[in-house]
């Protein structure tokens, strides 16, 4: 293994998925459509960042509930023989038509989850078409043409994606919503065909005119007709100005590896803080199964959630203080507050100043790599789909704080607080792989497991992603732990103060990993989703 250098330690974990080994090209998603898709351009000449988009695309239309172009996408781009990624954010900012204190005489105390208020500029279908100007090497034609296909002739629905459908129903806001995502009232049963025609002129739309047609033509138009009807806060200016942003990618070594994250509005820092906190412990000395890991790392989170809560926010607006944040020292201060014996109850941040979502990645043979992330949040978005063009609308503008003190409190053209981070590991500086979990808040505690697992454990990508997770919530401090998790370490959780809720089967995300193995690739796709890594 060219990554752990632990390759005496890893023993296999059984799973019920192999691990992917491709030298060519690889893609692991969510959906084997997409992965299939994205595969194929790698096969006509494409690379990995054209595969990537043409994946997102796909499960745009055969995972929609989770991801689409009317939601935001992040991405780390490794370029062959380059020492770190290239980071871009593609989210969208807040409308321009309300402020804070509009938002407070209305007597909120929250942007509502669904309908207009809480949409936000649709940054994805941007991030699309700038990568590609920028590093691809096929026409958006080819890249999208998967995606074109299956919405105009539908696709067979997989089954735990027919599972999810049932649960998104009620989230539908407006005729056009309910008329492309149930049928008679209901969601597709496993192997029904659904359709998106109108995604599929969308999109080739796209392809005759450009991003353009999105952001200032007849389909923005339409976008915010239905925002504004639904009494949202969008106007025709903030999506005319809207633009993808290469950002400047943050790390830190973990155990002499290099983890990068994407710089906030995203919450990819906390990942960092939190693996900072666990470094100060040597996890590789106890039982990857052990009641003393879980406890460190489930402190670990607190502690660097608690600074995630306090300080993330669009850097326009608030100077986060990264530096202080990702500094060994830092978290050294931190880790003494972690009790081997006794869980914490009371956790705030150290500093005190002034759901839905795929997940993808590829990798081609000339050494490209993408960690791509690209979401709606919370089941379908807003709910809100712009009559004729098969768009979701996404719901991002709910996590923005209407606390007037805090760091994320709404404004005009302000980017939200964002769960969705890709993830990229380098020792070297040489690139060893491309990874992400989905899951909300989830997903920053999910990168911390997943990097001590492949570093701590020198586990393969598909034995690290499917090895049993907790999910602490912030809100309750309580700890869902996975099945599979012995019940004896349950209990020695529960003994030292954890409180540990019923479920244990959801809530974990997924995830997928593809990382160098000397001259080839070698993936995984979590078991949590109906995804697949696949390679030739």
Known sequence: MSYGGVDEMYKVIPTGRSNVIARDGVVASSQPLATQAGLDIIRIGGNAIDAAVATAAVLDVVE?????????????????????????????????????????????????????????????????????????????????????????????????????????????????????????????????????????????????????????????????????????????????????????????????????????NGQGFAALSMLNIMETFDLSKVSPLSAERYH?????????????????????????????????????????????????????????????????????????????????YMGLGSGLVAPGTGIKLQNRGHLFSLDPKHPNRYAPKKLPFHTIIPGALYKNKNLIGMFGIMGGAHQAQAHGQFVSNIIDYGMYPQEALDFPRFNHEHTTNKVGLESGIPNQVQQELRNIGHVLVDETTSGFGGGQAILRLDDAWIAGSDHRKDGQAAGF
Request: net charge negative; charged share 20%.
């Open 64 to 264: 929609p509930f989770s991801t689409g172009c009317g939601g935001d996408a992040f991405a780390l781009i490794h370029l062959s023989g380059k020492s770190s990624p290239l980071s871009y954010n593609g989210s969208g900012r807040s409308g321009s038509l309300a402020s804070l204190e509009d938002l407070l005489a209305l007597g909120w105390t929250r942007i509502p989850e669904r309908g207009g208020p809480p949409v936000t500029v649709p940054g994805a279908l941007h991030l699309w078409c700038h990568v590609i100007e920028k590093h691809g090497t096929l026409e958006m034609k080819d890249i999208l043409g998967h995606a074109i296909h299956y919405a105009r002739y539908g696709f067979p629905v997989s089954p735990l994606i027919a599972q999810t459908w049932k649960g998104i129903l009620g989230n539908l806001k407006n005729d056009a919503a309910r008329e492309i995502y149930a049928l008679n009232g209901e969601a597709p049963k496993i192997g029904q065909i659904m359709k998106n025609p109108d995604l599929a002129n969308t999109f080739e739309k796209v392809v005759e005119e450009g991003p353009f047609v999105f952001y200032s033509g007849k389909i923005a138009e339409t976008i915010i007709n239905t925002v504004q009807k639904h009494g949202g806060f969008l106007t025709m200016e903030d999506l005319a100005s809207h633009k993808t942003t290469e950002t400047a990618p943050i790390s830190v070594s973990y155990r002499g590896v290099d983890v990068f994250e994407h710089p906030p």
């Open 296 to 376: 460190l790392m489930i402190e670990a989170k607190k502690l660097a959630y608690a600074d995630l809560h306090r300080h993330n926010a669009d850097p326009e607006f608030y100077e986060i203080p990264l530096q202080k944040l990702l500094s060994k020292s830092y978290a050294e201060e931190r880790a003494t507050l972690i009790d081997k014996s006794h869980a914490m109850s009371l956790y705030a941040p150290g500093l005190l100043l002034g759901h839905d979502t795929v997940y993808l990645a590829t990798a081609d043979g000339d050494g490209n790599a993408v960690s791509f992330i690209n979401s709606l």
